[in-house]
């Protein structure tokens, strides 16, 4: 007989199920240990060698996330998003030729262009939500990879995973993803032919705003991955064990903050399209945003918890808005069950796509009426 597959928010909500066979305990101890035994042949039978590289608690980590990912050649934790996703450009070679999203995670496009362009990679942005631009931007044979951010901060632009797939791979190149906003599940790129998926673990994964983590997954396991293995190992940007099982707690809840917070989102950017203080809303779930029709194929469940709003009355407009808001909290990140109002255009400085009359809202799980009622305050106190 076979046994029907569970679905991931099964699976994520018993962090696959592992039982401790000592103790029977549902909840799996945290392995803290830094070292271990060598056998009498001075084998490692356990196959633990050093807390650097081996953790338990962080394999299981690890485990859920391949899960939800649908990562066939596992997941790897990462000390935050940042070293995460650095360890891919680190993975490459001096000379190599990237393409990038323009609009992208701001410390991320500002680490390229200073550190790795010091190391040697070249680097082009392109609006890659254009896929003809991207396909101009990418040279056979010379470019090594394409990395691309979608819905993309902090403009939720969306890009094309497959097509852009298909652009890299016929180019020679690697598709890399960070799906930080859409989470694994909205979207799991790897199912459409990306090859690597970053995530910033500190943001949705987790949930609570109280862990600063990476990861990147893995469709193939081969001599690219084994690269990104060695440079996580040999600079020991690992997640220690604690913040590896506060991640897997986080998890276990994915599913059911991810629902809430979308259709809170979506909720919003209706209500908020309609406001008279409020010029324009950023989100893809609305059927006037340019991504709409790729989000709907590609996003599953919902659009994501992330929107920006363009408020009238410009930047001075904006930025009093966020000074009156009670229930949302004014801070960055996102992705928490709580709700944060953020002005970007101060944080991202010069180069950034970001209108200085955008808002970024992270939409968290507190009842939506009172979230509505607190940004309608703030947009008519932040006008008078
Ligand atoms: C926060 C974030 C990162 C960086 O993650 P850290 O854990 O802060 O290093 C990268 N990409 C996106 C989309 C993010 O939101």
């Known amino acids: 007989m076979t046994k029907r597959p569970l679905h991931p ?6 962090a696959m199920g592992k039982i401790d066979p000592l103790t029977k305990a549902v909840v799996p101890p945290i392995h803290v240990s830094t070292t271990y035994i060598r056998d009498e042949d001075n ?53 190599d030729h990237v393409v990038a999203s323009k609009v992208m995670y701001w410390a991320l496009r500002s680490w390229l262009l200073t550190e790795a362009t010091r190391w040697g990679l ?7 939500d254009d896929l ?17 951010e979608t819905p993309s901060n902090p403009l939720w632009t969306i890009t094309d995973i497959a097509a852009a797939a298909e652009i890299a791979h016929a180019a020679g190149a690697r598709l890399a993803v960070d799906s930080t906003c859409a989470s694994p599940v909205h979207t799991r790129p790897l199912t459409l032919g990306a090859d690597i998926v970053m995530h910033a673990a500190t943001k949705v994964l987790n949930g609570h705003s109280d862990v600063i983590a990476g990861a990147l997954c893995a469709r193939q396991d081969d001599e690219f991955w084994a690269r990104i293995k060695t440079v996580r190992k040999g600079q020991g940007g690992i997640l220690g064990p604690f913040e590896a099982y506060l991640l897997m707690r986080g998890m276990r809840t994915l599913h059911v903050r991810q629902e809430r917070q979308s259709a809170s989102a979506m909720a919003l950017a209706q209500k908020l399209a309609a406001h008279p203080l409020v010029s324009r809303v950023l989100y893809p779930g609305l059927p006037q945003h340019p991504g709409h029709d790729i989000a709907a194929r590609q996003m599953e469940g919902g659009f994501g918890f992330m929107l920006s709003v363009q408020v009238t009355g410009g930047e001075a407009a904006a930025v009093a808005t966020a ?32 209108p200085p009359d955008l808002l970024r809202l992270s939409t968290g799980i507190e009842d939506v009426d009172d979230l509505f009622a607190d940004l309608d305050q703030a947009l008519k106190a932040g006008h008078r």
Not at 9 to 14: C, D, E, F, I, Y
Not at 58 to 82: N, P, R, Y
Not at 329 to 349: D, F, P, Y
Request: glycine share 8%.
């Open 122 to 128: 070249k680097i082009d942005f392109v609006e890659s």
């Open 9 to 14: 928010r099964s699976l994520a909500a018993q």
């Open 43 to 95: 084998a490692y039978s356990s196959g633990f060698i050093y807390g650097r590289p081996d953790n338990e608690t962080v394999h299981e980590a690890q485990a859920v996330l391949a899960m939800l990912e649908e990562a066939k050649a596992g997941a790897l934790l990462f000390s935050s998003g940042m070293a995460a996703a650095t360890a891919v450009f680190q993975a490459l070679s001096p000379g």
């Open 323 to 354: 000074a009156h808001v009670e229930l949302y909290k004014r801070a960055t990140s996102l992705g928490g069950v709580e709700s944060l109002i953020e002005h970007r255009a101060s944080i991202e400085g010069a180069g950034s796509p970001c």
């Open 132 to 148: 003809d631009k991207l396909k101009a931007a990418v040279k056979p044979g010379v470019t090594k990879l394409v990395w691309i």
